[in-house]
Nanobody, 126 residues
Framework: QVQLVESGGGSVQSGGSLRLSCVVS????????MGWFRQAPGKEREGVAA???????SYADSVKGRFTISQDNAKKMLYLQMNSLKPEDTAMYLC????????????????????WGQGTQVTVSS
């Protein structure tokens, strides 16, 4: 089994930065895809970025050039560096993991993942 726990959320001014972390515990799969999602009240859960076990990355158009996804395999940690934050980035951010598969065109589909963290809140004010 796999457990995911996010941290690093908070409240920042527009233009500021935050770094989110997700620690992975349990069985370490050789092949996987991990993603960051966000969900604001009244909106659907949106795929933000993803990275797989060979380091390939994907980003939503809305965050390209501002957010960077990375991982530290030795520490079993997933990160999301968020720069130039905007009020529209305000949401609950969750990390997710799909074992036994690399990331594909399905990376941005929430239903495709098997494991989820509890989420960490990010609030960006004007």
């Amino acid at each position: 089994q796999v457990q995911l726990v996010e941290s690093g959320g908070g409240s920042v001014q527009s233009g500021g930065s935050l770094r989110l972390s997700c620690v992975v515990s349990g069985y370490a799969h050789s092949t996987y895809c991990m993603g960051w999602f966000r969900q604001a009240p009244g909106k659907e859960r949106e795929g933000v970025a993803a990275i797989d076990s060979v380091g390939r990355t994907s980003y939503a158009d809305s965050v390209k050039g501002r957010f960077t996804i990375s991982q530290d395999n030795a520490k079993k940690m997933l990160y999301l560096q968020m720069n130039s934050l905007k009020p529209e980035d305000t949401a609950m951010y969750l990390c997710a993991r799909r074992p036994y598969d690399y990331c594909s065109g399905s990376w941005s589909r929430a239903w495709w993942y098997g494991y989820w963290g509890q989420g960490t809140q990010v609030t960006v004010s004007s």
